[in-house]
């Protein structure tokens, strides 16, 4: 996965570095309220590599195009952090201008659900194994442990509609944040909700953002996932970054609500969405709930809200937040929330473990069958 994607900060890869220590090492010294130099904490956790006097680098979260995210430990505060770290001159003109759009979302950005940029340094000097430095762009940023949506939908399921619900809420507020700023993400998708420790949502990866200020504007450039992109720009039609984020979020929630997409893309071809824009509503939830589990009139009344072909017949951000399936059903406490996705987080963890043990066994028979040939004689 591409580290321009935020999500990429999770399921941390196990290297030779022992976490545990380099954690143990900071949160004393940061307990006892002294903080020796890094040098002595680095020595103790036998580790080497800090970024801008302040980060122990600790092991890859993910690698990409773009550079790796890697595991960090704020010697300051203790707290664990993501360490985006990317070469400045190894991006291309178009990936250095992502770059430059999500620092500056971020920067401007302050609400719970959106993650945090928590620090970043434009032209830090990155040790190499070989003793030498590379010139590297780092943002230090909010470190979403809970892991991607995403995950959570593809190992344990639809969510039943007070998760959605709740998560949905978190979804549509930290878009009235970012729409009030004048910033439209233009690419969201269940890979780039995270969640934290606490299983609450974290909007992320802003390299495809619009960042126009208060007045907004039309926009012209066809940009994210086809799946999730609005039927507007997907007919190179100027766009609103409202309206079009608007229809992202319908996708995402019917997704969480069904397990499935509610089309394969919003063109003429889909026969999903042209049962939409040819008026037979009726017709494609019938289809859908032949295998999707059923839903209340409020949740496909408020997906339908979203999921309008025409922009300008599209809700806003504020009708949804209004919408009687939002305002009217039941309300699950963060309490409630944490423990039912605490219970799909081990599955999910026991699944990936699966899958990566599968891999390495694979791999593993693979280099055993290459030797064996190439011992033939």
């Known amino acids: 996965m591409d580290t321009s994607n935020a999500s990429s900060m999770i399921s941390p890869k196990r290297d030779h570095t022992d976490t545990s220590s380099v954690v143990s090492a900071v949160s004393s010294t940061v307990s006892s309220g002294s903080v020796p130099p890094l040098a002595n904490i680095l020595s103790e956790a036998g580790h080497k590599t800090i970024c801008s006097g302040r980060y122990v680098v600790l092991e890859t979260l993910g690698s990409g195009a773009t550079g790796k995210v890697k595991l960090g430990i704020d010697t300051v505060t203790g707290e664990k952090v993501a360490l985006k770290i990317m070469g400045r001159r190894t991006n291309s003109k178009r990936q250095g201008e992502q770059i430059k759009r999500e620092i500056a979302a971020m920067t401007t950005l302050v609400h719970p659900n959106v993650l945090a940029l928590k620090h970043h340094v434009e032209d830090l000097p990155y040790p190499k194994s070989d003793g030498t430095f590379k010139e590297c762009i780092l943002l230090v940023i909010e470190l979403a442990s809970g892991g991607e949506l995403f995950d959570f939908m593809m190992y344990t399921g639809a969510f039943s509609e007070p998760i959605a619900r709740a998560y949905t809420s978190q979804l549509l507020s ?204």
């Open 174 to 377: 930290a878009l009235v944040t970012c729409h009030a700023n004048g910033i439209y993400h233009r690419d969201l998708k269940p890979e780039n909700l995270l969640l934290d420790s606490n299983f609450m949502l974290k909007v992320a990866d802003f390299g495809y953002s619009a960042i126009q200020g208060p007045k907004g504007g039309m926009l012209s450039t066809e940009c994210g996932t086809r799946s999730y992109m609005a039927p507007e720009i997907l007919s190179h039609l100027p766009y609103k970054g409202g309206s079009a984020d608007v229809w992202s979020c319908g996708v995402v929630v019917f997704i969480m609500l069904t397990g499935n997409p509610p089309f394969q893309i919003a063109g003429k071809g889909d026969w999903w969405f042209n049962a939409i824009s040819t008026g037979n509503v009726d017709r494609f939830w019938r289809a859908h709930m032949r295998s999707a589990p059923k839903l209340s009139d409020e949740a496909m009344d408020f997906i339908e809200q979203m999921l309008k072909p025409e922009p300008e017949e599209r809700a806003s951000l504020r009708q949804l937040l209004a919408h009687p399936w939002i305002g009217g059903g039941g309300v699950m406490s963060d309490e409630e929330l944490e423990e039912e996705m605490g219970s799909r987080k081990r599955k999910v963890d026991e699944e990936k473990f699966r899958e990566r043990t599968k891999k390495r066994m694979e791999k593993a028979a693979h280099g055993e069958h290459d030797r064996f040939k190439g011992g033939r004689g």
